[in-house]
């Protein structure tokens, strides 16, 4: 009898993960109950300045690890600081600041002995050894975007839009620069900089620690837009600086004031407000000049500008220009030796690594071939090597790679197939790897400049796939007319190959992002349709990033119509698969995406049975100046063409069901596009569906993001899972 007693516990053992752990489907309320959940895990690290030790946050804690021991340990609580900061006063209204400015809440003093921690609008210092804390600022009105100087002395920021510079050892404070305002920014950007040309910080320390260089931002010139809060008893004003194609950009000024203070010397960088944009800017390496990377409005010229400090004398280092466009990314890094300096260009039609020199020459191309640097991760002068993260393995990749200073063959550091994302410590001995694949979540490795794993410092989060049946996702490869394109399909829960399947296309098309990707796509709503027997479709057309410029650029002066051409291509391959009901095909987007949900409708009645269009541009002219004048030109020079790719007057060819959903007071894409869209579609009889939100962003988060998930969901059950109506061929 005991004997069956153990046996039958022995089989109840082992049958019990699939008894009571079998793996549940996703539904909507499993997701969001999935994502609401608190997990308190390492955060990327920040590195001190030796390359040995990096910061990291654990949830309120502030930890420090020690990479040749392999050893973390707890130096602060954060909320203790958080607690004792004397947070400015709630905001009137809104003050519309770009998501993309970027200002470090925790940085190492230049010694590696302190961290300047920000939070609540106040500034602490930590002392990295026993975790001691000390406040520095206790002001109500914020300290913004602080920094250390080199020497570590003093340290930078700016508040109610003037620079000062804060000597903590003394507690003295200077103010550097006068007459600040909501619409004269001293060392702080307007909207439009960061947002489209990733300019996220307006100021530099000189590396001698004597200056400070900064931009100066009157954005007084630039058109408002006329948001309103509308939730409360009475409507609030909360108008936004915000420039739209062919309108006023900021007047930019690049100045240099001493950090001791006094005058500021200014510097002639041509007329900002019609002619020019300032992309890049910062000191070279003696202190003795400064630099500009200066485009024309419509970005297809690039000069790279020295100004020498004492004399104002100015030169052009050198030149680039396209047929196109020239994209700006990352910044320039300069060498010890204070002449030369490593970017990148697309000069040769895939983003590649230079060496330039401030002497004038021409610069040396150090990588070359079909694919494409997306990052330079650090530079080993010691042993002369560049460290960069690249597609040449494959564009659906990023890998970790090598090559000398002088150039030549490069290695690959970073194996296993997948994504991988970098972060290189200082002097280039370690870094770490951020690794995921599509069925495989991100895990954060630390490893040696030669790859070999020193150990774990983020495990994978394998919660969703333990607790979930999550579906695979696969890579198809589409081609139109010669062009390998690369999408992403995900077949519905209990696939049946004989039967055939409503159809969700995700889709964004646009410039700057690449969807489809060998990496961790994360617990997505896209599970949802799946398994709730949805074909998932989702493809990456010419024009978006990754692929090299000769990829992107056909969308030159006609957004949506290459994009509209090679989406079709995509859906008529998956037709072809037999699989999906060609008459229950349904698209959606958000941004970008919105703008070709509709644009899918519209241009292409009757292959799309339903859209749900998020945030749609629906007219350039209505978009931002910076990012619409790099792909369509001015308005006054390519007006046919605005007027071609403008969507309300197709309104009556909407044969689809169709809800627009949106911010009232999206900064980003204005809520005038859907506006427009509206009374064009009510003029035309058509009968559509609305959702508005009153979040004061681009995105959706919280609550309101849950919401609109059902919203969606229920609107592609009303209308894609009814019987099949028409073939929906794709012309």
């Given at each position: 009898m005991r004997k069956l007693i153990l046996a039958a516990f022995c089989v109840f053992v082992l049958c019990a993960p699939v008894l009571f752990g079998q793996r549940k489907p996703v539904t909507l309320e499993a997701l969001h109950e999935f994502r609401g959940r608190p997990r308190e895990v390492p955060g990327d690290p920040i590195w001190a300045p030796d390359g040995k030790v990096f910061a990291y946050r654990q949830g309120k804690r502030l930890m420090l690890y020690d990479v040749p021991s392999k050893h973390s340990r707890e130096i602060a609580a954060l909320e203790a600081m958080d607690n004792a900061a004397l947070a400015p006063p709630a905001l009137e209204r809104n003050n519309w600041e770009n998501r993309r400015v970027d200002e470090a809440d925790i940085q190492w003093d230049p010694a590696g002995r302190e961290l300047l921690y920000a939070t609540n609008g106040d500034l602490f210092l930590i002392d990295a050894r026993d975790g001691a804390w000390r406040q520095i600022t206790k002001t109500r009105a914020a300290e913004r975007d602080p920094k250390f100087s080199p020497d570590g002395k003093r340290i930078g920021f700016y508040r109610d839009w003037d620079l000062y510079a804060l000597d903590p050892a003394a507690g003295k404070e200077t103010r550097l620069t006068g007459g600040g305002s909501e619409t004269l920014r001293n060392g702080a950007t307007d909207w439009v900089y960061p947002e489209e040309l990733e300019l996220g910080t307006a100021y530099w320390w000189s590396p001698d620690s004597r200056s400070i260089a900064y931009l100066q931002f009157d954005i007084s010139g630039e058109p408002l837009y006329p948001h309103s809060d509308l939730r409360g008893a009475r409507a609030i004003a909360e108008p936004q600086r915000y420039p739209r194609a062919g309108e006023n950009n900021p007047s930019v000024r690049f100045g240099v004031v001493p950090a001791n203070g006094g005058n500021t010397k200014w510097f002639d960088v041509g007329d900002t407000v019609n002619r020019y944009l300032i992309a890049r800017a910062g000191w070279t390496p003696n202190s003795k000049s400064i630099f500009a990377v200066r485009t024309n409005r419509i970005q297809n010229e690039l000069e790279f500008l020295t100004f020498e400090t004492s004399s104002g004398k100015a030169s052009t280092i050198y030149k680039e220009s396209d047929l196109y466009w020239v994209n700006v990314e990352g910044s320039p890094v300069?060498?010890?030796?204070?002449?030369?300096?490593?970017?990148?260009?697309?000069?040769?039609?895939?983003?590649?690594?230079?060496?330039?020199?401030?002497?004038?020459?021409?610069?040396?191309?150090?990588?070359?071939?079909?694919?494409?640097?997306?990052?330079?991760?650090?530079?080993?002068?010691?042993?002369?090597?560049?460290?960069?993260?690249?597609?040449?393995?494959?564009?659906?990749?990023?890998?970790?790679?090598?090559?000398?200073?002088?150039?030549?063959?490069?290695?690959?550091?970073?194996?296993?197939?997948?994504?991988?994302?970098?972060?290189?410590?200082?002097?280039?001995?370690?870094?770490?790897?951020?690794?995921?694949?599509?069925?495989?979540?991100?895990?954060?490795?630390?490893?040696?400049?030669?790859?070999?794993?020193?150990?774990?410092?983020?495990?994978?989060?394998?919660?969703?796939?333990?607790?979930?049946?999550?579906?695979?996702?696969?890579?198809?490869?589409?081609?139109?007319?010669?062009?390998?394109?690369?999408?992403?399909?995900?077949?519905?829960?209990?696939?049946?190959?004989?039967?055939?399947?409503?159809?969700?296309?995700?889709?964004?098309?646009?410039?700057?992002?690449?969807?489809?990707?060998?990496?961790?796509?994360?617990?997505?709503?896209?599970?949802?349709?799946?398994?709730?027997?949805y074909v998932v479709w989702q493809m990456d057309n010419r024009g978006t990033a990754g692929r090299g410029h000769a990829f992107e650029s056909p969308v030159y002066r006609n957004l949506g119509a290459v994009e509209l051409e090679d989406q079709l291509a995509g859906v008529r391959q998956l037709l072809a698969m037999g699989f999906a009901d060609a008459g229950r095909i349904g698209v959606t987007g958000w941004s970008y995406g919105g703008f070709m949900t509709l644009n899918m409708l519209l241009n292409a009645p009757g292959v799309f049975r339903a859209g749900f269009a998020g945030a749609p541009v629906t007219n350039w002219l209505n978009y931002d100046s910076i990012y619409t004048e790099r792909y369509m030109g001015l308005p006054k020079d390519n007006g046919t063409a605005y007027g071609n790719t403008a969507l309300a007057g197709k309104a009556g060819n909407l044969k689809g069901a169709l809800m627009l959903v949106h911010n009232l007071e999206d900064d980003n894409v204005l809520f005038q596009n859907s506006m427009q869209m509206i009374d064009a579609l009510q003029s035309a009889g058509k009968q559509f569906e609305m959702m508005l939100y009153p979040q004061k962003s681009h995105g959706l988060s919280g609550f309101a993001s849950r919401q609109m998930d059902h919203a969606m969901f229920n609107f592609f059950e009303r209308h894609l899972k009814a019987k099949s109506v028409g073939s929906g061929a794709v012309e």
């Open positions: 300069f060498l010890k030796d204070g002449r030369r300096f490593v970017w990148t260009s697309e000069r040769d039609g895939f983003r590649h690594l230079y060496l330039y020199s401030l002497d004038g020459g021409a610069p040396r191309q150090l990588t070359r071939g079909p694919w494409h640097v997306s990052a330079i991760s650090g530079i080993d002068e010691t042993a002369s090597r560049i460290y960069y993260v690249s597609t040449e393995a494959s564009p659906l990749e990023r890998h970790l790679y090598s090559v000398a200073v002088d150039g030549g063959t490069p290695r690959r550091i970073t194996g296993g197939a997948g994504s991988h994302r970098v972060s290189m410590a200082p002097g280039c001995a370690y870094f770490l790897d951020v690794h995921s694949a599509l069925q495989s979540p991100p895990v954060a490795t630390l490893r040696t400049s030669d790859g070999a794993e020193i150990g774990v410092h983020r495990p994978a989060d394998r919660r969703s796939q333990e607790g979930f049946e999550i579906l695979p996702a696969e890579i198809v490869e589409v081609n139109n007319g010669g062009v390998t394109l690369y999408a992403s399909l995900i077949k519905p829960a209990g696939f049946d190959a004989s039967k055939k399947y409503p159809v969700i296309v995700n889709v964004y098309g646009g410039p700057h992002v690449q969807a489809v990707r060998n990496a961790w796509p994360g617990l997505t709503v896209d599970q949802v349709y799946a398994h709730a027997g």
